[in-house]
């Protein structure tokens, strides 16, 4: 599948924000969608990762309790719901897919990656 993320932006230490994920091309196929991250300098990294059905997700850590991983089929999108945001969240996100009905934190799991959406938190 392609994808495409959005949502991105520069936000204040304590915001909220939604990142979109949607795919298209091989939509009819069951996918695993995910989101990682990767700072300046820094490899890329886990964040969160949800299955076609939704029922199983896991996260990072460091996002737990503060960040939602969520999809609509019908639509064709993954969201990112991302609250209580630090500095440290900064970072490019990107999406990922997997056509699959099992999850996996790892990214060379991945087949499908969007282009990644700039996410800037100042303090």
């Known amino acids: 599948v392609q994808l495409q993320a959005s949502g991105g932006g520069l936000v204040q230490a304590g915001d909220s924000l939604s990142l979109s994920c949607a795919a298209s091309?091989?939509?009819?196929?069951?996918?695993?969608m995910a989101w990682f991250h990767q700072a300046p300098g820094k490899e890329r990294e886990f964040v969160a990762v949800?299955?076609?059905?939704?029922?199983?997700?896991s996260y990072a850590d460091s996002v737990k309790g503060r960040f939602t991983i969520s999809r609509d089929n019908a639509k064709n999108t993954a969201y990112l719901q991302m609250n209580v945001l630090k500095p440290e969240d900064t970072a490019v996100y990107f999406c990922?897919?997997?056509?699959?009905?099992?999850?996996?934190?790892?990214?060379?799991?991945?087949?499908?990656w969007g282009q990644g959406t700039e996410v800037t938190v100042s303090s």
């Open positions: 990922a897919a997997e056509t699959s009905l099992s999850i996996s934190r790892r990214p060379e799991w991945y087949t499908d």
């Open positions: 091309g091989r939509t009819s196929s069951r996918y695993a």
């Open positions: 949800i299955s076609w059905s939704g029922i199983s997700t």
